[in-house]
């Protein structure tokens, strides 16, 4: 009998419901959890948390998380793997052997460290890895960097028996690959280059992975399809994607019965296209996934098989996201109501705008939009036609302000509040008249994967 491995999606973000990762422990029969809690925005809001307490720095949604579903997976011994460590991993296996210690549980945590590079980041100086800027510009403001490892340490800690694998920046579709070949015995190619029909299982992998690693996504969720999003059944109770991997790396992915989605085709496609900049070179740390040659196979019944992926050679470089401090921001909204909504909002505008003049305010860029009217489209969305204007209910106001002045900043939310007196006319809902943030920039740049790897380690620990 042909052995196969059934993974199932986690969270897709910091944040994400997690009430369908419980169905498919209970309902899907699945053997792991991979679940994806970072992108580059997270890393960002992270490192704000480590700024305020050095035992943060993590994805702080990974305990209640594992609190809720630990004692289904425990009885149904499935194993759970993510990269909700982010900037700091030990400190997230610290609060997970804690709570788990408190409810007197038993599990083998793995922590998985090494991505941070800040330190080595700075003696290469790598340019900006699409602009080719200079790292002088940012070299004194970086704050952290971290690289992307592939699969090889969670493959790591899955043969220690760790039944939590806890990571930092590790690539998403790598959660799910890392599960697999340790399974499978794939070949990564650390010993000796892979062959092609073993890049290929590989291709396969990380196919399956970035089908699941968006959670609802790869389900139905925020499918974009005309009016076709209308016939996605009870998306209140979506059900996440699970693959049902065999050991040549076809996969059939479907989800646990009864819940809410839809896996076919049309969603399947939705998916594996998202975020793909070429298609056929989507680039990762364990292989690079040509998705042309991939054939999806509606089997209906919320079943979808996939196989074909065609893989090549790993990268030499690894990518790394930086974070640099880059000023500060402070934004407010309000809005007004009928009559003349929408040529009273412009007269505000201008009055913020000559206020900024009158006083001085240093600032680099004023950003302005009408929620509802050109947030989600931009210059992309016309604008109703004079008349339609003239009869809008109530039209809103974003404005945000960026600056290198802190105190500009802080002072932003100063220039409204006199409006709701002396003003146009029947003003309401001013929101964040008292908020302002630093900002941190993205710096994506490469780094040779052996400087890293070497550095890379597990520690698996017992609760």
């Known amino acids: 009998m042909k052995k196969s491995i059934r993974i199932g999606a986690g969270l897709g973000f910091y944040g994400d419901a997690w ?3 419980l169905a498919s422990i209970e309902k899907g ?4 959890i991979a679940s994806d809690h970072l992108a580059e925005l997270t890393l960002a809001i992270l490192q704000k948390d480590l700024q305020r307490d050095a035992s943060l720095g993590y994805a702080r949604d990974v305990v ?7 004692p289904a997976m425990a009885q149904r011994k499935v194993r759970f793997v993510c990269n909700a460590g982010g900037l700091n991993p030990a400190g997230a296996a610290a609060a997970v052997r804690a709570a788990f210690a408190a409810k007197g549980w038993s599990a083998r945590v793995a922590v998985v460290t090494g991505d941070e590079v800040l330190k080595e980041v700075d003696g290469l100086a790598p340019p900006h890895m699409f602009s080719g800027a200079a790292f002088d510009a940012v070299r004194d403001r970086m704050v952290f960097a971290n690289a992307y490892l592939g699969a090889r340490p969670v493959i790591s800690a899955l043969q220690q028996g760790a039944d939590i694998v806890i990571t930092g920046r590790v690539a998403d579709a790598a959660l799910f690959l890392g599960p697999l070949a340790h399974e499978f015995n794939w070949n990564l190619g650390d010993e000796h280059p892979a062959s092609p029909s073993e890049l290929n299982r590989l291709a396969q992998g990380l196919a399956v992975g970035h089908l699941l690693e968006c959670s609802g996504q790869g389900s139905g969720g925020n499918f974009g399809s005309l009016q076709a ?10 059900g996440y994607p699970i693959a049902e991997v065999s050991e040549d790396g076809s996969a059939i992915i479907t989800k646990a019965p009864g819940t809410g989605g839809r896996i076919n085709f049309d969603t399947v496609r939705q998916q594996l296209l998202y975020e793909v900049h070429n298609p056929h070179a989507y680039m ?3 292989v690079v996934l040509d998705l042309s040659t991939i054939t999806l196979k509606d089997l209906g019944q919320d079943r ?3 196989s074909g992926a065609t893989g090549h050679a790993r990268p030499e470089q690894l990518k790394v996201v930086g974070g640099y401090r880059d000023g500060f921001k402070a934004e407010v909204t309000w809005g007004f109501s009928w009559p003349d909504a929408y040529d009273k909002a412009l007269a505000a505008v201008e009055m913020v705008k000559a ?3 009158d006083k001085a305010v240093p600032h680099e860029a004023l950003f302005v939009e009408f929620p509802g009217l050109n947030s989600a489209h931009g210059a992309l969305a016309p604008l109703p036609d004079a008349k339609a204007l003239t009869e809008l209910n109530e039209v809103w106001v974003r404005m945000v302000l960026r600056t290198r002045d802190k105190k500009a900043a802080d002072g932003f939310g100063r220039l409204f509040p006199w409006m709701a007196l002396s003003g146009p006319a029947y003003t309401c ?8 943030s630093e900002l941190l920039g993205i710096w994506p740049a490469l780094m040779d994967r052996k400087a890293v790897e070497s550095r890379t380690r597990v520690e698996v620990l017992q609760t």
């Open 19 to 21: 009430e369908p990762v």
């Open 29 to 32: 029969g699945v053997h792991y």
């Open 64 to 70: 209640p998380f594992l609190m809720a579903l630990w």
């Open 229 to 238: 999003w209308k016939a996605i059944p009870d998306l209140a109770h979506i």
């Open 284 to 286: 990762s740390p364990d």
């Open 304 to 306: 979808v098989s996939m």
């Open 355 to 357: 206020q900024l003049a």
């Open 429 to 436: 809902g001013f929101q964040g008249l008292h908020n302002s």
